[in-house]
């Protein structure tokens, strides 16, 4: 029994509730496969280091099974998930460039069907498994969502001495249309009931839970009730299509995700000058949904609607009144009132561009109290 084997019997044995033989296969597996990854490397052969190689790939592969392991399966599914579709969002289309943000999504859920199929089988074929070997266990299904992971980030060796990682080569040539060779999903690779060892419910389609918020970490929140959030993300990418911000939508997407800015300018290819560009359009349009085109539903979201006093302490409503001019304060009082915009520009004699205009002002001078 080696030094390996034993670290992680030991380690998956006090940190999990599976049984001991699903704990003993799971570390024969990790360690066959950092043996035999050690072995097989020129370039760990020849450094000296073997041993040090080792324990940083086992911890690696321990930390990222653990991981799925306590989040358990549905978030497990929903964070690789997550994790893939922001490698590949730029890389998937649907062979036009009218693609919209829905298309995409479901194509990168169609891609992602057949991807996670290909890394079954790899596991598989790797790990010397039988050919309809399938995880029981959350511990297993933690071992094949991290195997997944590490498979998709794989580097392949291009001409050149170029690389790129291996699911973007597969993103690439999905939106080739070139035809999948297999079509199954991740619940199909954990098919099957699990043990009193899954302490989450049993499987759910995870497709229709990870639509428009697929990129997001937070997938519960207290504050989020009634979906109100997801509906201000869907009425924003809306609204940035409508006006061919498609690039805006993308950076979007990838910011949703807490991605830094290294990583969004290498899976957008831009340099840091363009990304900052990009994300200075990006604030533009966003203050421009978020305090003229739906400012009721943003403002709802922040606590910070009329009711509320656009989200301003007494003190602070008290210094914003006195900024305002008597147009101003005549709408605020209207619009506190709740008299619609027609009834309004009725009253004051005003067009109903130029109530935009005082609108858009009066919010503007409260979000900006709000932020000093």
């Known amino acids: 029994m080696n030094e390996l084997y034993k670290l992680l019997l030991e380690t998956l044995s006090l940190k999990t509730r599976s049984p001991q033989k699903v704990n003993q296969e799971v570390a024969r597996r990790i360690s066959d496969e950092v043996n035999r990854i050690c072995r097989e490397s020129p370039r760990i052969q020849n450094s000296g280091e073997i041993e040090t190689w080792q324990q940083n790939l086992v911890n690696h592969r321990l930390k990222q099974c653990l991981k799925y392991y306590h989040l358990g399966s549905t978030r497990g599914r929903i964070e690789l998930q997550s994790i893939l579709s922001s490698i590949i969002y730029r890389y998937i289309s649907s062979g036009h460039q009218g693609t919209t943000y829905q298309e995409k999504i479901n194509l990168i859920e169609d891609f992602l069907q057949n991807f996670y199929g290909e890394s079954l089988n790899v596991f598989r074929r790797e790990s010397n498994l039988g050919s309809n070997y399938t995880p029981h266990f959350l511990l297993e299904l933690a071992e094949y969502m991290a195997f997944t992971e590490r498979y998709a980030k794989r580097r392949i060796q291009l001409p050149k001495n170029r690389s790129q990682q291996l699911i973007i080569l597969r993103a690439q040539t999905f939106s ?8 199954i999903n991740v619940d199909t690779a954990g098919d099957g009931s699990f043990s009193h060892d899954d302490s989450t419910d049993r499987y759910n389609p995870l497709i229709s839970q990870v639509r428009l918020m697929m990129a997001t970490q937070e997938i519960e929140n207290p504050l989020l009730e009634g979906n109100l959030r997801d509906t201000i993300i869907n009425e924003l990418i809306t609204y940035l299509e409508s006006r061919q911000q498609k690039d805006c939508v993308d950076y979007l997407v990838l910011r949703l995700r807490d991605l830094a800015p290294r990583e969004i300018e290498q899976i957008l290819g831009i340099n840091p000058r363009q990304r900052d560009y ?81 609108w858009l002002k009066i919010l503007e001078l409260a979000w900006d109290l709000r932020n000093q």
């Open 278 to 358: 990009l994300q200075q359009r990006f604030k533009y349009h966003l203050l421009r949904f978020a305090l003229s085109h739906r400012w009721e539903l943003v403002h709802q979201w922040l606590e910070a609607d009329l009711e509320k006093n656009l989200g301003l302490t007494p003190q602070e409503w008290r210094i914003f009144t006195e900024k305002l001019t008597k147009v101003q304060q005549s709408i605020l009082t209207m619009k506190c009132q709740g008299l619609s915009n027609s009834e309004i520009i009725k009253s004051m004699a005003l067009s109903k561009t130029q109530l935009e205009k005082q």
């Open 176 to 183: 080739s249309n070139q035809p999948p060779e297999t079509s």
